[in-house]
């Protein structure tokens, strides 16, 4: 029996799908931010979508490839923008949007199964008074399995710094991909076994996470003459322990008119920044940016804002909608010849370094910040638009940011190389022969696979 | 008629004593804790001690001391450690201690009398779900408003900052010392205007301030082979994003065996941390001491702190009181000869310096450091036990530390001198000519007057 044919027999009553449009559908992720990958990976389908519902249906589905050695490529909300959840040799995705519980809650920690999307853990969470620490700006779509598998940082990394920090993922439990899958616990530091592992460290089943109590968070935004002035309003308020907080994001005046709806509430030709504050606290953001030049041009309250993020409701979308890779995603649509880079600037001279950066590129760099606290220090991140001529010149680009100190990861390969697996100080290419000892997670995106 | 008399007179039924015990007891603070103001202020008393049991007792308070020109000197849990709360000319002594209601609290914000202790507050707001951000180590008797006036940081600081940093208080109601007196409301940066004027700018009747939401603060106290080690935990764990805390205190090894009960749980020999940390995460605690060499020597739930905290049941006492000045009443306690100083280390450098002045000053300095967050970067404060032996002495430990780059705030005066004046951007001078136009508020304590 041909081995997908075996696979369908061992999985059973999964809920399974084989058309075109389906697996188009399961196979592709928001890779189409970047024009090198959108060539590489557009044609990538795996042949196979299943939907589990629960955990042993899970398992199920682990054993049969595991048995089948049919390759398995697991899947959240798809919002990556490297292909995470692309499958690269076929076979079988693992769509895990249908565990999607609240596990269990208690003061401070929550556990969660990995297919929840963030803004559910927090609708669920609201009413007890906490929420996730911080959430991508997919906070809809996106699951918490998947961020911890493939993402990094969003709203909240202002005041709670990144999910790969000491702290900020308390245990995970993961299905191994053998013909007997066991469960497998994973429990402080040894959470970075399958963290920014893109899904190919195992099944991640569910997720415990710290939480942060909840604060009214309110919505601004506020103009500024340029650039450089709202930076330094960015770093100013990221540095005010004083002021409770969830983000912090500054666009380069060329940015807002590309922003759809949001562009209504930046005078022209403003540099601008996007603040969530707790409520009590928004009245400091006025002398704050007085100081810088700046002034609020739009509010929304914290239970509006609850409301437009929580139900729908409203114009514009919740404010989150418009920052970290958001701010792409606006530009692209309207713009297809847009791109973006991943820099992260230095804390010491980091203002100095963005005002280089700012003053180097013209038009075909426009930068936009993402205000965070990294290991004691604040610092930004710039997610920039870039106007794409050719690879070659992204990569002049790269290398010219890189010359200057600003350290760039290259969001334009689809492929785990080293240096990703670097980035995290822990075991994990032992860890991947224990939870996939038959190499069937994604073969090619870990580099020589 | 004698001005006293009148004041008696225009006070009608306001509670007033004048018996030299209870003159003595409202007159003094915690001044003695330096040997040189123990000598310049013991026999500083008041000639009327008087308990507002309202608004408009205070006021009428005021009114009759403007209209007798009697001194005033305002009056919290008398913790102070500078005299802030004792009258350096007689006149009269107001308690606000009987105003110390909660006005009103919502989500992310509380105002209060200005006499509520921090304790009773906090112990008001649990089950609300919000906490005040920070409090002395005497939570227990220190009010909101003598915190406002005369305090600084405390536990809460290593993760919000100080009381004077912007947006730590959002609003404050004052009353003017005059003849009619007029009830003023600062608010923002207004606030500075009376922040940390040792309450000579007006009478505080209310206070305003951000909540934080409460996590479930567990206690430990972990042991390390010395206070290099302890002291680079410090701030690796300050400068963790990813692991809420409350209390972050380092102990040179000399200094438990002087803290009473607690000494019990630190081995001989070893440097010591006292941390407060939310309960989820108190492993990590376990996992960042090892990396340098220490260990946890006695945990607490966050349940059973809560209880020791607000109930006064079980030993040791809740940990905090035994950090910041704590530290020093236990000691001195026990070794009378034991005094204190307030040295801020720079953060560049910072643990190198640590080192430093740990090396310099052998058994008749011995470091105890407070890690904060103070606008964006982890420093830490030190409150060293240091063996008085003279003023001159003093005089040249502190000279050799400002030399080394330790900055000290002198706490051996009790004169609240321009440099103390300069400490917040606010026009301060001015505004005590407007809260206090006849000058009758504790004169003496401004340099000048």
Redesign the interface.
């Known amino acids: 029996m041909p081995p997908l044919d075996e696979f369908r027999k061992q999985i059973g009553d999964v809920p399974a799908h084989d058309d075109a449009a389906t697996l188009k559908l399961k196979s592709l992720d928001f890779y189409w931010f970047s024009p090198i990958l959108k060539r590489q990976l557009a044609d990538c389908r795996g042949d196979i979508a299943v939907r589990p519902r629960n955990r042993d249906e899970v398992l199920a589905v682990a054993a049969a490839a595991a048995r089948t050695r049919l390759p398995l490529t697991v899947r959240g909300g798809g919002t990556g923008n490297y292909g995470q959840a692309i499958p690269l040799s076929g076979g079988v995705v693992l769509d895990m949007g249908a565990l999607d519980g609240v596990v269990s809650v208690?003061?401070?920690?929550g556990t969660f199964e990995a297919g929840a999307t963030m803004l559910e853990i927090d609708k669920a969470l609201a009413p007890q008074?906490w929420e996730l620490r911080f959430h991508p700006s997919t906070r809809k779509q996106a699951t918490i399995g998947g961020f911890v598998a493939g993402g990094a940082a969003g709203a909240g990394s202002c005041?709670?710094?990144?999910i790969a920090?000491?702290?900020?993922v308390?245990a995970v439990e993961v299905a191994t991909v053998e013909e007997n899958p066991r469960v497998l616990r994973l429990?402080?530091?040894d959470v970075l076994k399958v963290l920014h592992a893109y899904g190919i460290n195992g099944i991640l089943l569910s997720v415990t996470v710290?939480l942060?109590?909840?604060?009214?968070w309110a919505e601004r935004i506020l103009a500024f003459p340029d650039l450089a002035r709202a930076a330094r309003f960015g770093?100013a308020l990221?540095?005010?322990?004083?002021?409770?907080k969830k983000l912090v994001s500054v666009f380069d005046p060329r940015i807002p008119p590309k922003l759809g709806r949001l562009s209504a509430y930046v005078p022209e030709g403003r540099a601008a920044a996007i603040v969530m504050v707790?409520?009590?606290?928004a009245?400091?953001l006025?002398?704050?940016a007085a100081r810088f030049g700046g002034e609020v041009t739009f509010a929304r309250s914290?239970e509006e804002a609850d409301r437009v993020a929580f139900e729908g409701l409203g114009s514009p979308g919740p404010l989150y909608e418009y920052t970290w890779n958001h701010t792409t995603l606006h530009a692209l649509k309207r713009e297809p010849d847009i791109t973006y880079l991943q820099v992260r600037f230095p804390p010491d001279g980091m203002l100095e370094l963005v005002d280089t950066v700012a003053a180097t590129f013209g038009d075909e760099l426009l930068l936009h910040l993402e205000f965070q606290?990294?290991?004691?220090?604040?610092v930004c991140s710039a997610l920039p638009l870039v106007r794409y001529t050719s690879d070659a010149r992204l990569d002049e680009v790269i290398a010219t940011l890189d010359a200057m100190g600003a350290a760039v990861s290259n969001p334009h390969t689809f492929v785990l190389d080293n240096a990703g697996w670097k980035r995290v100080d822990a075991p994990q290419p032992e860890f991947k022969r224990v939870a996939d000892p038959h190499g069937l997670m994604n073969p090619g995106k870990l580099a020589g696979t």
């Open positions: 208690s003061p401070g920690v008074g005041t709670w710094g990144q920090d000491p702290g900020a308390l429990e402080g530091p710290p942060a109590p909840r604060h009214p770093q990221t540095e005010a322990e004083g002021i409770a707790s409520e009590p606290q009245g400091a006025i002398d704050m914290a606290r990294r290991f004691g220090r604040v």
